[in-house]
């Protein structure tokens, strides 16, 4: 089975840096993503960890450690256009089970 | 890159009736679209794997017979919702493999009155 959590809402200010944890238990786990959601839209693909590590685009990172089940989205220099649902996904096989979502909200 | 195109984006119906729900991938083959569902403020939550030329595999708890699924083309899957009633009113989301792993489609917003 799988069970993957993230807290369910946070708040940042615009230009600040801010980290959303994604702890999973995952059977047959492959590797995890993240996602950026906006209200009434489908999700879009921000990054995929297999190793162990941190992998940096531009503004946004993340870090996966397989050892631990733990994952996390860094996000810098924030915009108010980062007001969103962060969700993370793990996958095993060809399915992905994501976990509640983190609603984040950017204020001036 | 990968596109998955899905229709229609939004629709009404009354309660009773079916309506059905288009996921195409433009350029590439999918053997095997995910069909998600997501109510406000929630995650998607997977309902169903779609394999082409074969039966969908459902998740626990989501009514076969209800939700019907055919994936009669590498390119084509269609979710039907039977009878519908206002508590299937969701945001429903399909995927395929392809392109940065997963793509998903642009999602449709079912309202049932």
């Known amino acids: 089975g799988q069970n993957i959590d993230q807290p369910t809402e946070m708040t940042a200010t615009e230009g600040a840096i801010v980290q959303i944890n994604c702890t999973y238990q995952t059977s047959g786990f492959n590797g995890l993503f993240w996602y950026q959601q906006h209200a009434g839209e489908a999700p879009t693909f921000l990054s995929y960890n297999v190793l162990d590590g941190l992998e940096e685009k531009g503004r946004f990172s993340s870090f996966l450690s397989r050892s631990k089940g733990y994952s996390y989205l860094l996000l810098k220099e924030l915009q108010m256009k980062d007001s969103a649902s962060y969700l993370c996904a793990g996958n095993a096989g060809n399915m992905l089970t994501f976990g509640g979502g983190t609603r984040l909200m950017v204020k001036p | 890159g990968a596109v998955v195109s899905q229709h229609p984006s939004r629709v009404i119906c009354k309660s009773g009736t079916s309506v059905k729900i288009e996921c195409r991938s433009l350029d590439f083959q999918a053997t095997t679209m995910f069909w998600y569902r997501q109510f406000p403020k929630q995650s998607l939550m997977l309902m169903a794997t779609s394999n082409e030329g074969s039966k969908a595999t459902y998740e626990q708890g989501v009514e076969k017979d209800k939700f019907l699924i055919n994936h009669a083309s590498l390119t084509l899957s269609t979710l039907t919702v039977t009878s519908a009633h206002p508590e299937d009113s969701s945001f429903y989301i399909c995927?395929?493999?392809?392109?940065?792993?997963?793509?998903f489609g642009s999602g449709t917003r079912l309202t049932v009155v």
């Open positions: 995927s395929a493999v392809g392109g940065d792993g997963y793509t």
